[in-house]
């Protein structure tokens, strides 16, 4: 049987007695994923890395809010679950739906780790 075209891993598990899920999905140009403790996609955040700095040791990353609402916590969030993502993948995009219950940072690193247990990139 031939490879899918596009490769999507799933993994769900309780955090802080939370059911949270990830969904990590690659595409051609970028890579897609959602996490949740809602069963939604809820907010969506593009994650970019910047080439404008001349530094490549310390990339930048732009977060932009496309749906949901657009907090301070959202960017800071989308930026620490997506920022490995991108650079493991070849500096790529990241598309990330993001529903959470507990942001708090025992949980963001939790969902972190199950997000390299997701890895399809």
């Given at each position: 049987?031939?490879?899918?075209?596009?490769?999507s891993k799933q993994v769900?598990?309780?955090?802080?007695?939370i059911s949270t899920e990830?969904?990590?999905?690659?595409?051609?140009?970028?890579?897609f994923v959602v996490l949740?403790?809602?069963?939604?996609?809820?907010?969506?955040?593009?994650?970019?890395?910047?080439?404008?700095?001349?530094?490549?040791?310390?990339?930048?990353?732009?977060?932009?809010?496309?749906?949901?609402?657009?907090?301070?916590?959202?960017?800071?969030?989308?930026?620490?679950?997506?920022?490995?993502?991108?650079?493991?993948?070849?500096?790529?995009?990241?598309?990330?739906?993001?529903?959470?219950?507990?942001?708090?940072?025992?949980?963001?690193?939790?969902?972190?780790?199950?997000?390299?247990?997701?890895?399809?990139?």
């Open positions: 049987m031939a490879d899918p075209i596009i490769k769900q598990k309780e955090v802080n007695g990830v969904v990590c999905t690659e595409f051609s140009n970028y890579i949740t403790q809602y069963g939604k996609i809820g907010t969506l955040i593009s994650v970019t890395p910047d080439s404008r700095t001349n530094d490549i040791s310390t990339p930048t990353f732009s977060t932009k809010v496309l749906l949901g609402k657009d907090e301070p916590l959202t960017h800071v969030c989308a930026k620490n679950l997506a920022m490995f993502v991108s650079q493991e993948a070849g500096n790529r995009p990241v598309l990330l739906g993001l529903a959470l219950k507990d942001s708090s940072l025992e949980t963001v690193k939790q969902i972190k780790e199950m997000v390299k247990g997701c890895q399809v990139w």
